[in-house]
């Protein structure tokens, strides 16, 4: 019954950036590139004395410090469990790294220094068994294993995190290497099986990820609901993952209302009018999008093209012509608020799952992403 989903090895499964998000409480942050990279910018320059290296009492401290220069060239910005503390940021056009925090951070998280350094050799011995099968589930993602000698050391230290992470979570009793490579929860198996029977076709679903919780870098310590194997993502190209700002004006722009409390409560009692709310307001968004284009661009002809046109006109139009989408922004705060990144990507509409098959899967008791505070529309999760 497998027809969609891709399962197989880090690469060819259909990887999103898709987070779970459910209260208003969870920090969030939108990932089109679902992999975190190192930007300058705010991260951590906001209140950083820590940056100077405290006095570590680590034994090691070159060994500690090469390891996180290592785990940040890999896999990019990585933080405290909070999400609160950056352990690189950026100052001075460089990279500066709180390695005294990360290493108590990390032997807290273990125990202690020998508790973190005999479980990073067994997550290695994990990762090098059956001919390193396993790190092909686990992050980094191809491209950037072949520019960045060295990730598999990397990965034995992200993995060591994530395994411990798995275990809090789950117990010690779960086989996670098993676990990673089935993809799935047995629960979720046999719920998506059901779906499958019922709707009769095929559909995409993937967003299996073995890796902690992201919210503009991975959050060390914690363990996204994507790699428990309970959520998934279905058609995760066709259906966006919307932050609450930017829906509020998608609603505003399309004059429609829909609110957090709203999704959740139909959702429960009425799903056919949350899908078909979600539905209208994308209708309302194309349509409303295309006619705010086409009308800035008929507006901007006309203007050139008149009698007594003057060369500034002129000019405007072929500015119009070029990106009419921003003409429209300039005239439009509501579009101004959803922004280009997201009208580029979705303005030929931001939801296309079918009825039917959000039904089956209403049916089989999954919690729809929609009725996140930051609707997420490909996301189901039991
Ligand atoms: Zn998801």
């Known amino acids: 019954m497998g027809t969609g989903r891709i399962p197989g090895p880090l690469g060819m499964r259909v990887i999103t950036g898709c987070i779970l998000r459910r209260g208003p409480m969870d920090p969030y942050v939108y990932f089109d590139d679902e992999f975190p990279q190192m930007t300058p910018g705010p991260t951590g320059t906001n209140k950083d004395p820590g940056a100077k290296l405290a006095e570590s009492t680590e034994k090691n401290s070159k060994e500690n410090e090469d ?92 993995y060591a995190w994530v ?17 990673i490579s089935s993809q799935m929860s047995e629960k979720l198996k046999a719920a998506l099986k059901q779906v499958r029977l019922d709707y009769g076709k095929s559909f995409q679903a ?40 930017t829906w509020n004006h998608i609603l505003t722009f399309t004059g ?15 799903p056919k009018e949350l899908y078909d709310a979600i539905n209208a307001i994308n209708a309302e968004f194309v349509k409303k999008l295309k006619k705010a284009m086409d009308d800035t661009l008929a507006e901007a002809k006309k203007n050139a093209e008149a009698e007594n046109s003057t060369a500034k006109q002129k000019a405007e139009y072929e500015t119009v012509k070029k990106d009419p989408l921003k003409a429209c922004m300039e005239k439009d705060a509501a579009l101004k608020g959803i922004g280009a990144i997201f009208l580029k990507r979705w303005r030929n509409g931001f939801f296309a799952l079918p009825w039917e098959l959000v039904k089956e899967l209403h049916e089989e008791k999954f919690l729809w992403g929609a009725t996140f505070s930051h609707p997420d529309l490909h996301h189901f999760e039991l």
Request: charged fraction near 35%; charge should be positive; glycine fraction near 6%.
């Open 67 to 158: 390891e996180l220069k290592l785990l940040v060239k890999v896999y990019g910005v990585v933080k405290n469990r909070k999400g609160d503390n950056a352990y690189v940021y950026w100052k001075n056009k460089k990279r500066q790294y709180r390695v005294a925090d990360y290493v108590r951070d990390r032997n807290a998280f273990f125990g202690t220094a020998d508790a973190y350094r005999s479980y990073r050799k067994k997550a290695h011995d994990e990762l090098e068994a059956d001919k390193k099968k396993l790190r092909r589930y686990i992050e980094p993602p191809p491209a950037r294993r072949k520019s960045v000698a060295g990730w598999e050391g990397a990965q034995d230290v992200f």
């Open 163 to 179: 395994r411990k992470a798995y275990e809090k979570k789950l117990g010690e009793k779960v086989d996670i290497p098993k676990l």
């Open 206 to 245: 993937g967003g299996f990820n073995p890796r902690p919780m992201k919210m503009d870098g991975y959050r060390l310590g914690t363990i996204s609901e994507h790699a428990i194997g309970t959520a998934i993502d279905i058609e995760s190209a066709k259906n966006a993952h919307i932050q609450t700002a």
């Open 256 to 270: 429609k209302s829909l609110s957090h409390t709203m999704r959740q409560s139909k959702w429960k009692s009425n």
